[in-house]
């Protein structure tokens, strides 16, 4: 994740000629803080963009623990109002506020991880980014039904009580296809095994 934040912002701001890197103010709206794994990535990829362009402090800025609200909408305002011209917002719940805001502003980008709508709203401001994480967790799968394998080889466990657990924020698609490729991944090397899935409701717990 830290990567893709980095090329991707890297490309819009070289690409897009009405943006040059002196002059650029880049706001970021994120669910959870510095402390948290998935915000942190986050936060590390906008500080190597920073060095990689050559950005001040001042042109980086931040709202921290923006819940999946009508807070995002307004903090997606503020910073519009702050003179950004691009805005990042990192979680799944915060593109509906985001989309809303890259309506009103027009020759501002909006920027979205993990959503799915950019296509559908087709306007020229706001884009949606992610990586193929889903690959990953196939591949964690794997190795967790390696292990299961093992298990019932060694007679630890047996066929018929073959199941793993695993635990997720919200049902949602981003989530649901990630467990989904992380039991395929189990399944390929334990063709026996059972899953149960639960909901935190927390992206950050």
Same mark, same amino acid.
């Given at each position: 994740?830290?990567?893709?934040?980095?090329?991707?912002?890297?490309?819009?701001?070289?690409?897009?000629?009405?943006?040059?890197?002196?002059?650029?103010?880049?706001?970021?709206?994120?669910?959870?803080?510095?402390?948290?794994?998935?915000?942190?990535?986050?936060?590390?990829?906008?500080l190597e963009m920073q060095e990689a362009l050559g950005l001040t402090d001042d042109q980086l800025v931040t709202k921290w623990l923006?819940?999946?609200?009508?807070?995002?909408?307004?903090?997606?305002?503020?910073?519009?109002?702050?003179?950004?011209?691009?805005?990042?917002?990192?979680?799944?719940?915060?593109?509906?506020?985001?989309?809303?805001?890259?309506?009103?502003?027009?020759?501002?980008?909006?920027?979205?991880?993990?959503?799915?709508?950019?296509?559908?709203?087709?306007?020229?401001?706001?884009?949606?980014?992610?990586?193929?994480?889903? #690959?990953?967790?196939?591949?964690? /799968?794997? &190795?967790?039904?390696?292990?299961? !394998? +093992?298990? $019932?080889?060694?007679?630890?466990?047996? #066929?018929?009580?073959?199941?793993? /657990?695993? &635990?997720?924020?919200?049902?949602? !698609? +981003?989530? $649901?296809?990630?467990?989904?490729?992380?039991?395929?991944?189990?399944?390929?090397?334990?063709?026996?095994?059972?899953?149960?899935?639960?909901?935190?409701?927390s992206w950050a717990s």
């Open positions: 994740m830290k990567k893709i934040i980095v090329l991707f912002l890297i490309s819009l701001l070289t690409f897009n000629v009405a943006f040059a890197a002196p002059n650029v103010r880049v706001g970021f709206i994120f669910v959870g803080d510095e402390n948290e794994g998935y915000t942190a990535a986050h936060y590390n990829g906008a923006v819940p999946e609200t009508e807070a995002c909408y307004d903090a997606a305002i503020d910073l519009v109002d702050g003179g950004c011209d691009i805005v990042f917002a990192n979680s799944f719940g915060h593109e509906s506020y985001l989309l809303n805001a890259a309506y009103e502003y027009p020759d501002v980008e909006f920027c979205h991880a993990t959503g799915f709508n950019a296509a559908l709203a087709n306007i020229p401001n706001f884009h949606n980014y992610f990586t193929s994480v889903h #690959e990953s967790r196939y591949v964690s /799968g794997v &190795v967790a039904g390696m292990k299961l !394998a +093992e298990m $019932i080889a060694d007679g630890k466990i047996t #066929e018929d009580n073959c199941l793993i /657990g695993y &635990v997720g924020a919200h049902p949602y !698609a +981003e989530v $649901i296809s990630g467990f989904t490729a992380f039991f395929l991944g189990v399944r390929s090397q334990c063709p026996c095994a059972t899953m149960i899935v639960k909901y935190t409701g």
